[in-house]
């Protein structure tokens, strides 16, 4: 599966954006997603999953109760909505897929998407 992010921008503090992955390929409905994170100068980490069926979902105590993650197998897109977003969450943010996986923080995502850039301006 390929995977193509989109969506970032800057943004204030205190504001919204939604992110889109699109996935080619007709097994998208297999694949657990997730969405991964690196700001500058730090090491990537796990922002949120969501299973095949789309009924778990984990998120990082980071972004609990401002960020939602979806998934929308008909046309093979998974969503991050970002809300009250602040100058922490600035980092290039990926989309990942994880065959017949849970999404969780440890699942083994073999596949990634190229990045898109959120900066939040405080």
């Known amino acids: 599966v390929q995977l193509q992010a989109s969506g970032g921008g800057l943004v204030q503090a205190g504001g919204s954006l939604r992110l889109s992955c699109a996935a080619s390929?007709?097994?998208?409905?297999?694949?657990?997603l997730g969405w991964f994170r690196q700001a500058p100068g730090k090491e990537r980490e796990f922002v949120a999953g969501?299973?095949?069926?789309?009924?778990?979902?984990f998120y990082a105590d980071s972004v609990k109760g401002r960020f939602t993650i979806s998934r929308y197998d008909a046309n093979n897109t998974v969503y991050l909505q970002m809300n009250s977003l602040r100058s922490e969450d600035t980092a290039v943010y990926y989309c990942?897929?994880?065959?017949?996986?849970?999404?969780?923080?440890?699942?083994?995502?073999?596949?990634w998407g190229q990045g898109t850039l959120v900066t939040v301006s405080s």
């Open positions: 990942a897929a994880e065959s017949y996986g849970l999404g969780r923080k440890t699942g083994k995502f073999d596949y």
């Open positions: 390929g007709r097994t998208f409905s297999t694949y657990a």
């Open positions: 969501i299973s095949v069926s789309g009924g778990s979902i």
